[in-house]
């Protein structure tokens, strides 16, 4: 008895049942996420980005903490580097510290600004996101104070008159790359607090203030991990 041969039907790309090849599936199945985890595309892409920016943050620390532990060198006292003369005494940390409580102060009219852009009230929303990029923007100015104090007292990026020589590399590059975040995120809250006034997104809505929310909300954490291994260890 001869087996009947059974035909066999080869499925069209882009059924149901087989996802397109190539871009188009790569495209795909990036789609299906977004619609499983029901998050718009600006939300999901800062996610993404703040997911990569963490490790790029993670290396710095964990390459900081490396060198920090394996030198031969005395560490520099950060009570002593950081401390602010005023009047005849000096201050362990002053200035860090005011730096510390106002970044973390602009989270929170930063959360005002998103609920205020969630209940349809734009003008608080945009007037909130300013005051929050005023508050980053000193914060950018304190930093360069406390990197111009440092200069003046010897401090390079390839030396250091205080202790190891690692010190003034691990300093500038964790705390100048930190401050570029801040900067781009002064930049960014600012374009669309006008943006938002302007009514730009009157008809897509107010989403997107949450999503300067997020990447501002992430700029200040990562600064109380710089606070805490840099500054206080």
Do not use: C
Request: net charge neutral; hydrophobic share 55%.
């Amino acid at each position: 008895m001869s087996a009947v041969a059974v035909p066999v039907h080869d499925e069209p790309a882009g059924t149901p049942h087989s996802p397109p090849a190539g871009l188009r599936g790569l495209i795909s199945d990036w789609s299906a996420d977004q619609e499983a985890f029901k998050v718009s595309w600006g939300k999901a892409m800062m996610w993404i980005f703040l997911l990569s920016d963490t490790f790029i943050f993670g290396s710095f620390l964990t390459g900081y903490m490396t060198v920090r532990t394996s030198t031969t060198v005395a560490w520099p006292n950060p009570s002593e580097v950081f401390a602010l003369h005023v009047g005849s005494a000096n201050i362990p940390l002053l200035l860090i510290a005011i730096m510390t409580f106002v970044l973390i102060s602009s989270s929170g009219t930063m959360a005002m600004a998103v609920n205020f852009a969630y209940r349809g009230d734009k003008v608080n929303a945009a007037a909130l996101m300013f005051v929050t990029a005023a508050f980053g923007e000193m914060f950018v100015f304190m930093q360069a104070f406390e990197w111009s104090k440092l200069i003046l007292e010897g401090v390079r990026p390839w030396g250091n008159p205080m202790g190891a020589a690692q010190f003034g590399s691990a300093f500038f590059m964790i705390t100048g790359f930190h401050g570029l975040h801040v900067t781009a995120g002064v930049i960014y809250l600012m374009v669309v607090a006008i943006r938002l006034i302007r009514g730009k997104y009157d008809r897509k809505g107010y989403q997107i203030v949450e999503i300067a929310g997020l990447y501002w909300h992430f700029v200040d954490l990562v600064w109380v991990f710089i606070f805490a291994f840099f500054y206080l260890w």
